[in-house]
């Protein structure tokens, strides 16, 4: 087959994000969206942005915010941005994997594993949450960054061009950290693809020390501002080191799975807060035997390897020293994952033959875009999704006091309350559950006064 054009590339990418994504715009503004979008003024003007700027964390990301409020196209126009910044990616995506197999060996065989790649990340349905959900935008608008300054200082090292490898791949890098803080693993990230690439270390330190003075500026910005460091703080105080460890691999095991089989996805996972190692034997196991695999396949198959380290080094050992309130999120994949389609897809290049491939590769599309579409639906009112999360987390009492809160939202007075109470129950300490219901109970009782009131 021979190599298409990147426009003729595009529009196939294009092609299959849109019929991935296409029932998504008409969704809700969905939990967190209403306090950091709908009911947050300080993404409702330019000027209220700015006075925003040193009372709050994430300020491009709020800029994405700020222009789609601007633009007064209401909930769509914040759907179209994200499915247009996973059309991004996704592109980015197919020039990464592009450049990662031009050295490999048997490269004219695995000619069509970059776009199949590709492919593959615009359908996956564990992308919704960063997609379809519009907060989960942190995640994605973060790697559009992330990914982009990857793909400038790969080019500028190819190309020899200083103003990319020196200026450009900083810049954007500072991007992506004004968008989510996760950002911090970049200079690491290009050490890992300078290893596996055959780069040489000391070249790369040479050409990598504005990153990691990026990084160096970036720390002391989130040490000594207020807004960051109260929730480093509040972070530090969730568990020990042995315990975020424990919790961390147990997260680690838990996403895998989700990737591998993807048709339970959760946006509220009721995983438990581990306290020693002991509790996490068989995640403990999961991760050395990966870990040994990757040296293993390090010269042999370093697709393989790469794809295991890079996601180890996303997410697993920021968490560890500080520690994520959410255990885990779909959309921590979104970043972490990209490197494992390729490293799929290259695996049945060189065991398949052209014709076989292209079968296996439009069965695997075709299952993960029928998930999506399915998932997207879920994303459609806040009731749907919290509805479905009750079944996936059945124990978990926020999950009950979310859906509470939805139906509350909608009226629905009596299923509310029997959330709220069912919230309570698994947890007496959860204060918002039993504020919600105290609401509940006002507003049932102003209902009855009214309806006796008009007899």
Not at 42 to 53: D, K, P, Q
Not at 350 to 377: E, K
Not at 385 to 410: C, F, I, Q
Request: charged share 15%; glycine share 4%; net charge positive.
């Amino acid at each position: 087959m021979r190599e298409r054009t990147n426009f003729v590339i595009l529009a196939w990418l294009s092609l299959a994000v849109l019929v991935c994504y296409a029932n998504s715009l008409f969704g809700e503004f969905q939990f967190d969206d209403y306090n950091v979008i709908v009911n947050n003024p300080r993404v409702h003007s330019w000027s209220s942005w700015l006075e925003g700027l040193t009372l709050g964390i994430r300020p491009l990301l709020k800029v994405s915010y700020t222009i789609n409020w601007m633009m007064n196209t209401g909930v769509i126009g914040f759907h179209l941005t994200n499915v247009l910044i996973h059309l991004a990616n996704t592109f980015l995506v197919y020039l990464l994997a592009k450049e990662f197999i031009r050295p490999q060996w048997q490269a004219q065989k695995l000619m069509n594993a970059p776009f199949f790649a590709a492919l593959l990340f615009a359908a996956h349905p564990i992308h919704t949450e960063a997609v379809t959900y519009i907060c989960g935008r942190s995640s994605s608008l973060m790697t559009f960054f992330y990914l982009a300054a990857m793909r400038t200082y790969i080019y500028g090292r190819v190309q020899q061009n200083n103003l990319k490898i020196y200026f450009l791949t900083p810049l954007l890098f500072i991007a992506a950290l004004s968008v989510k803080e996760t950002a911090v693993t970049f200079p690491f990230a290009l050490l890992l693809w300078e290893h596996i690439c055959g780069g040489k270390w000391q070249r790369s330190v040479r050409q990598l020390w504005p990153s990691f003075l990026v990084l160096l500026a970036g720390g002391l910005v989130f040490i000594f501002s207020h807004s960051y460091a109260s929730q480093m703080v509040r972070s530090l105080e969730l568990n020990s080191l042995t315990g975020n460890a424990a919790t961390q691999l147990d997260a680690f095991s838990y996403l895998l799975k989700q990737w591998i089989i993807p048709v339970a996805l959760n946006i509220d996972a009721d995983l438990k807060l581990q306290r020693d190692l002991s509790e996490s034997a068989q995640p403990l196991m999961i991760f050395v035997v990966l870990f040994c695999l990757t040296l293993v396949f390090w010269r042999r198959r370093p697709w393989v390897s790469f794809a295991i380290a890079w996601v180890m080094l996303q997410l697993i050992p920021l968490h560890i020293f500080l520690p994520r309130l959410d255990i885990a999120n779909d959309r921590q994949l979104y970043l972490a994952g990209w490197p494992i389609f390729l490293s799929l897809v290259i695996e049945l290049t060189l065991v398949l033959n052209q014709r076989s491939l292209r079968f296996a590769v439009v069965v695997i599309l075709a299952t993960y875009s029928s998930l999506t579409v399915l998932r997207n639906r879920d994303y459609a009112t806040e009731i749907a999704l919290w509805e479905d999360t009750v079944k996936k987390s059945p124990h978990k009492a926020r999950v009950h006091n979310n859906l509470g809160y939805a139906y509350l939202m909608s009226q629905r007075i009596i299923e509310a309350r029997r959330e709220f109470t069912t919230a309570l129950k698994m947890d007496p300490s959860l204060y918002k559950a039993r504020y919600n219901l105290y609401r509940a109970d006002d507003e049932l009782s102003a209902s009855q006064l009214k309806t006796e009131s008009g007899r």
